[in-house]
């Protein structure tokens, strides 16, 4: 064989050789991509399960709160009004967030005045809050005779068609159907690069009272109600430092504030919504940087209501919060 026959045959061994290696590169980067994501899958399945376990022992402690006490008469489990509780699991770390609905306004009795203020608070143009306010106002109003309203024709044009209900809202979701309230909206933001902002969600609910809750309430429901930048903050810091769980303590807060402060309780009544955080534990001990929320909307059945035993019941599974 030719000297040049030869360089051929070797330019080209070392073409397939290369190419070769090439698509071997490529064969094992795609492989490590899909180990990390199938990890990166089951640990982050992993975390769901751990939230959802801290949110089953956050309801039951919740229930034995109310039946089982220290000899000195004090709580052994959870102490009416603490807005958090940390579990530490075998595989993880999780921290629930106590949220009752009281710490909410009525969707279905708040003013247009304030709801309108509420909608400014969180981001809306006043055009558009307060267009937003008299869909809202709207769709909770009963129409005598089969009357429509001007909203109604939005709301026959859209794709599926429908009619507002005319009547009190059943669920907080049914707010996504009034015209004005968008996704963003309503479940808030918390993507980079922007700062976190306050869900609609978080400030009212069809389970909101007459009062807010002192120790969880958002500050935009805060100053919806009535009370200054400075109590607000006043109010922040001294629940950061320790919550209101008492009527006498509440009291010494309500006289430094003003006439708005006489809105503000502490605790819940029945209705709940536990946030949990959990972080995976990993072999080493430490705790992993990825964090997974799944919150849950409790209903709790505690002695002297309806049904005369401790029993709780999930409204509705939240998979992230």
Avoid at 199 to 217: E, F
């Amino acid at each position: 064989m030719s000297n040049g026959k030869r360089g051929s045959a070797l330019l080209t061994v070392l073409w397939l050789t290369a190419a070769l290696a090439a698509i071997g590169l490529a064969v094992a980067s795609n492989v490590r991509g899909e180990s990390e994501r199938t990890a990166s899958g089951v640990d982050d399945t992993k975390a769901e399960l751990e939230a959802r376990g801290g949110v089953e022992r956050a309801a039951m402690r919740m229930l034995w709160s109310r039946s089982v006490a220290t000899p000195d008469g004090q709580p052994l489990f959870w102490r009416y009004g603490v807005p958090f509780m940390d579990f530490s699991f075998p595989g993880a770390e999780v921290h629930v967030d106590v949220i009752p609905e009281a710490s909410k306004l009525d969707i279905n009795t708040l003013p247009p005045e304030p709801l309108a203020r509420l909608l400014l608070l969180l981001g809306m143009p006043e055009d558009r809050a307060l267009e937003t306010t008299a869909a809202i106002v709207d769709w909770r109003t009963s129409l005598e005779g089969g009357r429509q309203s001007p909203f109604d024709a939005f709301y026959l044009s859209r794709t599926p068609s429908f009619l507002a209900r005319h009547a009190s809202f059943f669920e907080n979701e049914e707010l996504l159907l009034v015209k004005g309230i968008t996704p963003e909206l309503y479940y808030g933001s918390t993507l980079p690069p922007g700062p976190k902002r306050t869900a609609l969600r978080d400030c009212v609910s069809v389970y909101g009272g007459a009062g807010v809750d002192i120790n969880t309430a958002e500050p935009v429901v805060l100053q919806t109600i009535g009370l200054s930048p400075e109590e607000i903050n006043a109010i922040v810091g001294l629940r950061r430092v320790r919550p209101v769980t008492d009527g006498q303590q509440l009291r010494a807060v309500q006289q430094s504030l003003s006439e708005a402060g006489r809105m503000l309780r502490y605790g819940g009544v029945s209705m709940y919504t536990l946030k949990a955080t959990a972080r995976l534990r990993q072999p080493d001990g430490r705790l992993s940087d990825m964090r997974r929320t799944t919150a849950a909307l409790v209903k709790f059945d505690f002695p002297g209501g309806k049904r005369n035993f401790l029993n709780y019941e999930v409204i509705r599974w939240y998979d992230r919060y």
